[in-house]
């Protein structure tokens, strides 16, 4: 009997060893519960063929000749070299049929030579569309041999907390991919372009990533890597910033159709809200943008905007400053209708006005216009539109 129990006590040992060396060397299962585990690697199998690569070239007289032959003959006033810039970045095809790529415009910027690099190595010189500096995007175009273009999302439809995956090609390393999450939307004032409403995310961006696609998980495009808030070493703190879909498709289309972009106008002067004004305009939540003046028989005199009114929301987005309303006009196009919520002697109004163009001239009132510095300054201001 002893020795059953000694067989027993042996056997129940070597199964308890057999249960931690198999621990030790587990690997993680491809499913848990019968449930196949989360990878984004399907869905970058269809979005990253859309994502490119793109080189340029431009001449630049910053060096001199050191040959001892011009030396010789020109001595201090020997004629500049014309030197090559090199400059790397990233690129989203949104038209296979066309072969349509949209960029930052700062990527191609003075580029006599732009070249496209895609995913399966073949590559393509491209010529420029157009550009819209003022809000940092291009079109260029390369021959459509077998392309794959992205799909597009409306960035109105983020939160913040969604995930995402931005695509591009940092450090001229080629094609990379990181994720993170939508750390805030709206951003603007940040002097990066005229025309701001980024997208904030901490999916690592470096420079190279510039052009690159942000998507969604399902591989939608909801915007274009554009900056980042660089450390000491100009790499990734985990703060970067995307131009979002709905911008990049309103510019992306005018481009294609006309090479520029035309910027409507309201005809108002705007400014931000001081802690005086929000007491005094009885704002709970301090946001909004001050009319400071109306230019006469714009739209915005038309549809009953007077100075002094304060816009708090445009086609039922909230404006947050002046800034933040200066991009959302913007992005319109020509004739196109607004609806705008106002605050007016404490209570809520409401008008429709349509986006048009008009000259830069401010509503100088008469007792300014006596002043000598008055007529110099009279074309004079950032944020009238």
Do not use: C
């Not at 810039?85 to 949104?94: D, E, F, K, P, W």
């Not at 491209?126 to 992205?150: F, N, Q, W, Y």
């Not at 039922?316 to 800034?323: D, F, T």
Request: aromatic share 4%; proline share 3%; net charge positive.
């Amino acid at each position: 009997m002893r020795t059953y129990k000694l067989i027993a006590s042996f056997l129940i040992l070597l199964i308890s060893l057999s249960g931690v060396l198999n621990v030790a060397h587990a690997r993680l299962p491809a499913t848990v519960n019968g449930q196949v585990l989360p990878s984004l690697a399907d869905m970058l199998a269809r979005v990253t063929p859309a994502v490119v690569n793109i080189s340029t070239e431009a001449v630049e007289g910053s060096a001199k000749l050191n040959e001892p032959v011009y030396q010789h003959f020109f001595g201090k006033r020997m004629p500049a070299k014309k030197a090559k810039r090199i400059g790397t970045g990233s690129g989203i095809i949104v038209s296979a049929l066309d072969g349509y790529i949209v960029t930052n415009a700062h990527v191609i910027d003075g580029a006599k030579k732009i070249t496209v690099t895609l995913k399966d190595q073949r590559q393509f010189y491209a010529t420029l569309v157009g550009k819209d500096s003022k809000a940092d995007i291009a079109v260029i175009r390369i021959e459509p041999d077998r392309l794959t273009a992205i799909s597009i999302a409306s960035s109105k439809n983020l939160r913040v907390g969604d995930f995402v995956v931005a695509i591009g090609n940092p450090f001229g390393l080629g094609q990379s991919v990181t994720s993170g999450i939508v750390s805030a939307l709206g951003r603007t004032g940040l002097g990066i372009e005229d025309y701001e409403n980024f997208i904030q995310t901490d999916a690592s961006i470096n420079p190279g990533n510039s052009g690159g696609a942000l998507v969604n998980l399902r591989g939608e495009l909801i915007g274009i890597n554009t900056a980042i808030l660089g450390g000491r070493g100009g790499g990734n703190v985990g703060i970067g910033f995307a131009i979002p879909s709905d911008m990049i498709v309103n510019i992306k289309d005018q481009l294609v159709k006309n090479g520029r972009v035309i910027r409507g106008k309201l005809g108002i002067e705007i400014q931000d809200l001081r802690p005086a004004l929000v007491k005094a305009f009885k704002l709970t939540d301090g946001q909004g943008a001050l009319i400071s003046g109306v230019v006469s028989n714009s739209p915005a005199e038309i549809a009953g905007i007077r100075e002094g009114d304060v816009i708090t929301r445009i086609n039922g987005s909230v404006v947050s400053n002046s800034s933040n309303l200066k991009s959302m006009i913007g992005n319109l196009r020509l004739g196109s209708k607004v609806s705008m919520e106002y605050m007016r002697d404490g209570a809520i109004q409401k008008s429709i006005a349509e986006v048009g163009l008009l000259d830069n001239k401010r509503v100088v009132p008469k007792a300014e216009l006596t002043k000598p510095a008055a007529k110099k300054n009279y074309y004079k201001d950032l944020w009238s539109f």
